[in-house]
């Protein structure tokens, strides 16, 4: 019933910027950590950032002073900024929420994914 959706993907060029956006909706009573993972063409999804509901993020060391998570609670909604692209930030970009349906009950959901394709 709670779905995510991704946008704001697409093919850019080195050195270029992307604004990744995702958007909860349906059943949540809260969120707790929302977060973006990729998953490149061969190797295995990997957490990009990630930011609880008290605004701590933390980001994985490859995309650090490049990549920017933030998020808008009242929206349920999260953000990449992702500056200074290069080749290997190339994946399909997931937006992920760990969420409650009540106050005791929680679960997880994925969005659908958004590409990002980086070219020389």
């Known amino acids: 019933q709670v779905q995510l959706v991704e946008s704001g993907g697409g093919l850019v060029q080195a050195g270029g910027s992307l604004r990744l956006s995702c958007a909860a909706s349906?059943?949540?009573?809260?969120?707790?950590?929302m977060g973006w993972y990729r998953q490149a063409p061969g190797k295995q999804r990997e957490l990009v950032a990630a930011?609880?509901?008290?605004?701590?993020?933390n980001y994985a060391d490859s995309v650090k002073g490049r990549f920017t998570i933030s998020r808008d609670s009242a929206k349920n909604t999260v953000y990449l900024q992702i500056n200074s692209l290069n080749a290997e930030d190339t994946a399909v970009y997931y937006c992920?929420?760990?969420?409650?349906?009540?106050?005791?009950?929680?679960?997880?959901?994925w969005g659908q994914g958004t590409q990002v394709t980086v070219s020389s």
């Open positions: 992920a929420a760990e969420f409650y349906t009540d106050s005791f009950t929680t679960k997880e959901t």
């Open positions: 930011i609880t509901s008290g605004g701590i993020t």
């Open positions: 349906g059943n949540i009573f809260s969120i707790n950590t």
